[in-house]
């Protein structure tokens, strides 16, 4: 039985005996001399992440400006911070876009311009107070010139990420960056072996209070992340570190194109090997990290999972899905987590930080709740049309523009001898149609790739798909095809009305 | 050569294409094409000497045609070395080396720009025409 403390660690760095590894190190050594023998040797296993943290921001104290002014509204570069503490406090957030140049610019630009010594421009407006009379200011400011620019970041180290595919027929961008048609592709994040939390899935050192690398500095872990759910292996940490001493090598803005702005965090979490059952842990490899691919083709809080997968086979290149080898692509770069961990066990090497045990451990086993929604989720069952008139594909041009003058619907769906949807026409198309002299069948100038609802979706979801493919109605069918109503856009236009 | 023929909607439905290859007798190896109601897009290798012959016989047709000599550039002080473009890219211009490093291999390259839209750091840009 091996069994260490923390200060005797402590008095190792001090004294410079201390043997730290990193993480992939100690795969290796446990594998070699097995968990017992390499608790004896090893005092410090260090750990190393580096990828797209969303919740991330920096509170920002600017000092009094002379008339003072409690700023009701706060911009950074145009980056709108939120303001509603003290006088001259305000927090800004990674993802917060820009007011005028939108999604290039955001919260995570203004955090890597600071720490890269740039000056930004404050804007900040209120209604003045007899004690704080000021109502505009204006000025500019370098990092040097506030006084505590403190990074607090709510939810960062995911103990591991979901992978991410998408199996509909366009391509789409989220936060885990393009997804390709039909399964083209697959991202994922996290640094697998490297991981922090995957290296302490049980939490026995690491919790509120535990001294770690952030951004190139020191910092802290105040407790657990938002959204911490232990019980699944999807642990998150709350972090906090001081800006002015961070290095944009290690805190970099990222844009994901049709998502918005992210901040690249570089964290690196120290493991005092104390005793072997942390040798053990420490000892997890890629093949050990298993996460779920999911389907980010459909928008729902619950995407289906298509599969398991370690981090190995991500990693590899390559994974499997239903017989094809689709291409991955990490969003997290596993070489910057290399250079974490190992610039933490330098730092440690030479007697410059010390590891800590926390105050409080993170809890275990605990999951985090979907949100209690009070207002009905509107489906589109809930407000289609449900009287339709659908016209034949071998019917004349001129009928379908009797049809539209006798029923008032301005888009016709075309159906096959057996009522399947095949097309759509609208007025506009029949009006095209008689103007260069074409009076064939609807069949010839009908659209066949024909934008569907199906009546158990969500009028959102249904709403975005209108507008990226810039239609006003889409039939509703069901699983034969056939057509059972028509949605349009004001149908939803008057569901938002309603409630507001 | 890489070459990028733009096609107006108006001449969308005509076979300029297999037309002028016919007429010039020149070969083009189609990489790329997106079509949609307002507008055409290819992109085809050529060879260097025929450029001329084959970029005269479709501007003759209503096409645009333009070279694609710069590739992919690739700014080394915002790239993080994730990775990102890998799976994006149809082909395999990244990868990443035993030590994780990104590699680059830019003659390999068709500026479709899919990496472009990928990378979260804006580290990849295309020169010339696309995006």
Same mark, same amino acid.
């Given at each position: ?500 | ?10 001449? $969308?439905?005509? %076979? /300029? ?12 190896? #189609? +990489? ?35 070279? $694609?000599?710069? %590739? /992919? ?12 473009? #890998? +799976? ?35 580290? $990849? ?7």
């Amino acid at each position: 039985m091996v069994k260490k403390t923390i200060h005797e660690i402590n008095g190792r760095i001090r004294d410079g005996s201390v043997n730290v590894v990193t993480a992939e190190e100690m795969v290796h050594i446990v594998g070699e001399l097995g968990a017992e023998d390499a608790a004896k040797e090893v005092d410090v296993v260090t750990t190393g992440t580096f990828g797209a943290m969303c919740s991330s921001g920096v509170w920002l104290n600017f000092g009094h400006s002379e008339p003072p002014i409690k700023m009701q509204k706060v911009f950074l570069n145009d980056v709108e911070a939120y303001t509603g503490v003290a006088a001259v406090d305000a927090f800004i957030g990674a993802t917060q876009l820009s007011e005028s140049l939108g999604m290039d610019y955001g919260g995570a630009h203004v955090i890597e311009d600071l720490i890269r010594g740039k000056s930004i421009h404050l804007h900040a407006v209120s209604h003045g107070t007899d004690c704080y009379p000021r109502k505009v200011l204006d000025t500019n400011l370098t990092l040097e010139d506030m006084n505590q620019v403190i990074m607090m970041n709510p939810r960062n180290a995911y103990q591991k990420y979901n992978a991410a595919t998408n199996s509909t027929k366009s391509t789409i961008h989220t936060y885990m960056g393009s997804l390709l048609p039909s399964f083209g592709n697959v991202t994922y994040s996290g640094a697998g072996v490297l991981s922090p939390l995957s290296n302490d899935p049980d939490y026995m050192t690491i919790g509120t209070g535990t001294r770690i690398f952030l951004g190139g500095a020191q910092g802290y872990i105040t407790g657990q992340g938002t959204q911490h759910s232990s019980g699944g292996g999807f642990g998150t940490l709350m972090v906090q570190g001081d800006l002015k001493k961070m290095n944009p090598d290690y805190i970099r803005a990222a844009n994901f194109t049709g998502y918005g702005t992210s901040l690249y965090v570089g964290m690196g979490v120290p493991i005092p090997i104390l005793n072997e059952q942390m040798a053990q842990a420490t000892a997890v490899t890629d093949a050990g990290v298993t996460t779920k691919i999911l389907d980010y083709g459909i928008p729902s809080r619950d995407r289906p999972s298509l599969r398991d997968v370690t981090y190995e086979e991500l990693r590899s290149g390559y994974v499997d899905i239903d017989g094809r080898d689709v291409p991955t692509s990490s969003l997290s770069s596993f070489k910057k987590s290399r250079i974490i961990a190992s610039e933490l066990k330098e730092w440690i090497f030479r007697g410059e930080f010390f590891v800590s045990l926390p105050a409080e451990r993170l809890p275990k086993d605990i999951s985090a709740k979907p949100m209690k929604q009070t207002e009905g989720i509107a489906l589109v069952s809930d407000i289609m049309a449900v009287s339709v008139v659908t016209i034949a594909k071998n019917a004349s041009v001129y009928d379908a523009a009797k049809t539209i003058m006798d029923t008032a619907f301005n888009h016709l769906p075309v159906v096959n001898d057996d009522n399947t949807l095949v097309g759509i026409v609208t007025a506009w198309d029949i009006s095209k149609a008689v103007s260069q002299n074409k009076f064939d069948l609807v069949e010839g100038i009908m659209t066949r790739k024909v934008i569907t609802a199906t009546a158990d979706e969500r009028v959102a979801v249904v709403a975005r798909r209108l507008d990226q493919n810039s239609v006003s109605a889409m039939p509703v069918i069901n699983k034969e095809r056939h057509v059972i109503g028509m949605i349009t856009s004001d149908d939803i236009s008057k569901l938002f009305a309603r409630r507001s | 050569m890489k070459i990028k023929i733009n096609i107006s909607s108006d001449i $969308l439905i005509k %076979p /300029i294409i297999a037309e002028s290859i016919l007429e010039t007798g020149v070969l083009l190896n #189609i +990489s790329q094409a997106h079509f949609d109601r307002s507008r055409g897009e290819v992109v085809a290798d050529v060879a260097d000497d025929k450029f001329d012959l084959m970029c005269k016989s479709l501007t003759n047709k209503g096409a645009r045609v333009s070279k $694609l000599d710069t %590739p /992919i550039k690739w700014d080394e002080n915002e790239c993080v070395e994730c990775g990102a473009c #890998i +799976s994006v890219c149809p082909t395999k211009v990244f990868s990443l080396d035993a030590d994780f490093s990104l590699l680059v291999d830019e003659a390999k390259c068709i500026q479709c720009g899919t990496c472009v839209d990928m990378c979260p750091h804006k580290a $990849l840009s295309l020169g010339n025409n696309n995006k």
